[in-house]
């Protein structure tokens, strides 16, 4: 079974500043997907972006990348220029391909964007 | 990114009675939707899994007689509290798979509160 541990609880950064989540997985699998998700107070969850394992190239999105080390099974958030949207619970998640694959999410890293 | 609603958005009920939420994929054909739960400040927890045209997966501890899931088009999901007590007060979150390849990703609704007086 996957396991996914995000080790921070919360997190706080300044507006205009640089934050880097961070998420750690366990697996035997060799091909596999990761997310971040996004959850605003709204609770809406909202995909951040998207990796997959046998790509090495690290993904990115605008604001949002990512530091993806498969050999330490480390995925990390990082999030440029910070905006006060920005302010949610962000969720690390990990998914094997194929049909009817189940998300296993870690507990989540509550982030918040200060003034 | 694809388009998920979930109906209805809230609902307050009395204890006893059942409730059906909808889950709907607007812009996508979803052989494959999940049902979560989350409670507070938690992350979410997995229901089911819900498939076009057959019987839900249920994850362990999660009473299928209690919680009905019906996937009756390949654009609708509903599931169903039946005889609602305060403890299934909770915000309950659907998510339609697409299963493109090399694209396989969830995309969810914007959730359902219930809560049972």
């Known amino acids: 079974a996957q396991t996914v541990t995000q080790s921070q609880p919360e997190m706080s950064v300044q507006e205009a500043e640089t934050v880097t989540l961070s998420c750690t997985y366990d697996t035997s699998e060799s091909n596999y997907y990761l997310f971040w998700y996004k959850q605003p107070p709204s609770r809406q969850m909202i995909l951040v972006i998207r990796?997959?394992?046998?790509?090495?190239q690290n993904a990115t999105e605008n604001r949002f990348s990512v530091n993806f080390q498969k050999a330490a099974k480390s995925f990390s958030l990082k999030i440029s220029d910070s905006q006060l949207g920005d302010t949610a619970m962000y969720f690390c998640a990990f998914m094997k391909p194929g049909t009817a694959s189940k998300l296993t999410f870690g507990t989540g890293t509550r982030l918040q964007v200060t003034l | 990114g694809a388009v998920v609603s979930q109906h209805p958005s809230w609902v307050i009920c009395k204890s006893g009675t059942s409730v059906k939420i909808e889950c709907r994929s607007l812009d996508f054909q979803a052989t494959t939707m999940f049902w979560y739960r989350q409670f507070p400040k938690q992350s979410l927890m997995l229901m089911a899994t819900s498939n076009e045209g057959s019987k839900a997966t249920y994850e362990q501890g999660v009473e299928k007689d209690k919680f009905l899931i019906n996937h009756a088009s390949l654009t609708l999901s509903t599931l169903t509290v039946t005889s609602a007590h305060p403890e299934d007060s909770s915000f309950y979150i659907c998510s339609a798979f697409i299963p493109a390849r090399r694209k396989e990703t969830q995309y969810f609704g914007p959730g359902t509160r219930l809560l049972v007086l």
């Open positions: 990796q997959e394992a046998y790509k090495q």
